[in-house]
């Protein structure tokens, strides 16, 4: 008898819950950099923002594959063809160690240019600059944990995600208080430490993998670890399911960079006030964040398991979910808005905008409810070239506004970040029509 995916709340709590509190230790991480890097002053906190998103379009660019092969592998556990997972996998980690060698020499050579040309401010050009040649040498640690990622995601088992985020998170706020401020027995590095930091907790957090899936003896159905040779069709199958979510992540990623390079036209204490906000930001974003992994894969395996009729229905689900977790991060942000931002920076000057600037966003977390769960229902699908053409759409729209917002209107950062409500209602519009009217049933992985 097939086992089949259970949708109730329980079971989405299952899946999601972990990568939650996941996002809980890793957001501690952003919190904490944040934070320390703010008592060295406003052009540190800046430059590691503006370089960290550099470094994450490049890293998220990159997990646009194993995104790819998550979606396969849900389809396959769907269909409880547990052998073929394994295979997935192998052919997943041969094309992204090699992919994770290409983008070290990126950042190591490329990027300085790159800065060059999109940031004005030379403290914060060279700054920046100094936490990426450090930042970069982690990137191959980073693509392994994603492949792994992509494979307990895949067959809806995420607790072990979980405790290896939070290990790595644990590392690296440790480390981040010894070397930012050379304590602990460790070298004062400043904004080179929290690079450093970074590096080491991300190859924490891949030997804990590894180990870990070698060691679960759940794992002996899906038959890890044989490496097997490179088979050109199967990482053709990847590929083409992968690579418009390469370019969408790209995009998304890259829209974030444009999105803070407009933001320092406007000034230095604007754009450290759009780091914090973004902070913020993430931590409100958890449980959605959570829930929407769990849509994706939640998809691929009901497709898998031939029950399309229950997509839809389960993705209003999910979004219901996640409004009832967001509602209360929300209301404490817009309540105790001062407190926070003050845990942030002890410049005081920049409250009252980013007190502003923060309710936009409380606001805005529901319009991202709806429209990201819809987005990786869509995703999830395996239709990603429907995707990559709605995100495309969007990011037009929403970079545009942004534009219209900083150079004809009167640039108050809060104005500028009510481009949010833009983007999120078109995308959600998009998404909802799609898995209602779209062809994607018809979509064979």
């Not at 403290?123 to 990622?149: E, P, Q, T």
């Not at 307990?152 to 088992?157: F, Q």
């Not at 891949?206 to 899936?213: D, E, G, P, R, V």
Request: charged share 10%; glycine share 8%.
């Amino acid at each position: 008898m097939q086992e089949k995916t259970h949708i109730s709340t329980k079971h989405i709590g299952q899946i999601a819950l972990p990568i939650m509190l996941g996002g809980i230790a890793q957001n501690v991480v952003n919190v904490t950099d944040t934070a320390f890097l703010g008592n060295l002053g406003d052009t540190q906190v800046g430059a590691a923002g503006n370089a960290g998103i550099l470094y994450f379009l490049l890293v998220h660019t990159c997990l646009g594959f194993t995104t790819g092969a998550q979606i396969i592998m849900g389809r396959r556990n769907g269909e409880q063809n547990y052998k073929a997972i394994g295979q997935l996998l192998d052919q997943t980690l041969y094309f992204v160690i090699p992919l994770a060698l290409i983008m070290f020499f990126v950042m190591q050579f490329l990027s300085p240019a790159l800065l060059t040309e999109v940031v004005s401010s030379s403290s914060i050009r060279s700054a920046a600059s100094d936490f990426l040649n450090i930042r970069s040498y982690g990137i191959l640690f980073a693509l392994i944990v994603f492949a792994f990622n992509a494979f307990y995601i895949g067959v809806t088992r995420t607790r072990v995600i979980m405790i290896g985020t939070i290990l790595m998170s644990a590392t690296n706020v440790v480390l981040d208080y010894g070397l930012i401020f050379g304590n602990l027995g460790l070298p004062e590095m400043g904004i080179k430490g929290a690079a450093l930091a970074s590096v080491i907790a991300e190859f924490v957090a891949a030997l804990f993998i590894i180990l870990a899936t070698v060691f679960l003896a759940r794992n002996k159905r899906y038959e890890l670890f044989k490496f097997r040779s490179p088979d050109l069709s199967v990482l053709r199958s990847i590929t083409r399911i992968s690579t418009p979510i390469m370019f969408q992540n790209f995009i998304t990623l890259g829209s974030w960079f444009v999105f803070f390079m407009m933001i320092e036209w406007i000034g230095e204490e604007e754009l450290a006030i759009s780091h914090i906000i973004k902070s913020i930001y993430m931590v409100m974003m958890i449980p959605m964040f959570g829930l929407s992994t769990a849509a994706n894969t939640i998809t691929s395996n009901l497709i898998g398991e031939q029950r399309s009729d229950q997509v839809l229905p389960t993705t209003w689900k999910i979004v219901g979910l996640s409004i009832i977790l967001t509602l209360p991060l929300a209301l404490l942000s817009f309540i105790f808005s001062d407190d926070i931002i003050l845990l942030y920076t002890e410049n005081a000057t920049l409250l009252p905008a980013a007190k502003k600037t923060l309710w936009v966003v409380d606001i805005s977390m529901f319009f991202f409810c709806v429209a990201y769960i819809h987005f990786n229902s869509v995703t999830g699908t395996g239709d990603t070239m429907a995707s990559l053409a709605i995100e495309t759409i969007n990011i037009i729209i929403y970079l545009g506004s942004t534009a219209l917002f900083v150079t004809l209107l009167e640039p108050h950062i809060h104005i500028v970040w009510c481009a949010e409500f833009i983007y999120f209602t078109f995308l959600g519009f998009m998404a909802w029509g799609y898995l209602k009217y779209g062809k994607w049933r018809l979509k064979q992985l």
